[in-house]
C-alpha cells in the first residue's frame, strides 16, 4: 500500500474514534442535568437494588424494601479523603430536611475504624453494609457516592463525588427532594 493510502485510512481512523467519543460524551452527559443548581444525573428509576445494612447499635435496615421516605443512600469510608471533609457537612444538612432520610453507608471493614472516626458517637444516620460488594450493585465505582431513592424505592438520581454541601445550592436540592417524591 502507498504511504499516502495508509495514511488515509489512518485519517478515517481517527475520524471515527473521535465521533465514537463524542457520541459516548453526549450519552453520559445527556443523563445529567442541574436540580437546584445542584448538578445530578438522572437515572431511570428502576427499583433500587438489595442493601442490607445495620446500624451501629444492630438494627438492620433494607434499603431497597424499607420504604415510604425519600432516602439519600451516601456511600464513604473512613479512609477516603474527600468523605472525611463531605460526611459531617452532609450529615448536618440531611438533619435539617424534614422527611428526608440520608443513610451514610460505610464500606469500612468493621465499626472499631467508624468509631474512632465519630468519637463523640456513630450518628444514627452512619450505617454498614452487611455485604462488603453491596455498593457495587448500585454502580459505585470511586467513593464518596450517592443516591436518591424515592418512598417506592426507585433509584432516580446519582450525586458523584464530593460536594460541598455547606453551599446554598447544596442545601437547597435536598430541600426539593422531599417535595418532588412525597
Known amino acids: 500500500m502507498k504511504p499516502a ?12 474514534l473521535q465521533a465514537a467519543a463524542v457520541v459516548a460524551y453526549l450519552q453520559v452527559e445527556r443523563g445529567r442535568r442541574v436540580s437546584a443548581g445542584f448538578a445530578v444525573t438522572t437515572l431511570p428509576g ?21 420504604r415510604g421516605r425519600v432516602r439519600v443512600v451516601h456511600f464513604w469510608a473512613t479512609w477516603c479523603v474527600p468523605c472525611r471533609k463531605e460526611l459531617p457537612e452532609l450529615l448536618a444538612r440531611a438533619a435539617e430536611v424534614d422527611g428526608l432520610e440520608l443513610l451514610a453507608v460505610s464500606v469500612d471493614d468493621d465499626w472499631a475504624v467508624v468509631r474512632e472516626f465519630f468519637p463523640a458517637g456513630v450518628p444514627r444516620q ?16 470511586a467513593l464518596p457516592d450517592s443516591y436518591v431513592v424515592t418512598p417506592d424505592g426507585r433509584l432516580v438520581e446519582r450525586i458523584l463525588g464530593a460536594r460541598d454541601w455547606s453551599r446554598p445550592e447544596a442545601r437547597r436540592y435536598l430541600r426539593t427532594l422531599t417535595e418532588r417524591w412525597r
Do not use: F, K, S
Request: zero cysteines; glycine letters at 6%.
Open 46 to 66: 428502576l427499583p433500587a437494588p438489595a442493601l442490607m445494612v445495620e446500624r451501629v447499635d444492630g438494627v438492620e435496615l433494607d434499603v431497597a424494601r424499607d
Open 126 to 141: 452512619v450505617v454498614r453494609a452487611r455485604d462488603r460488594e453491596a455498593h457495587r450493585r448500585y454502580g459505585t465505582q
Open 5 to 16: 493510502g495508509r495514511t488515509a485510512i489512518i485519517a478515517a481512523v481517527v475520524v471515527a
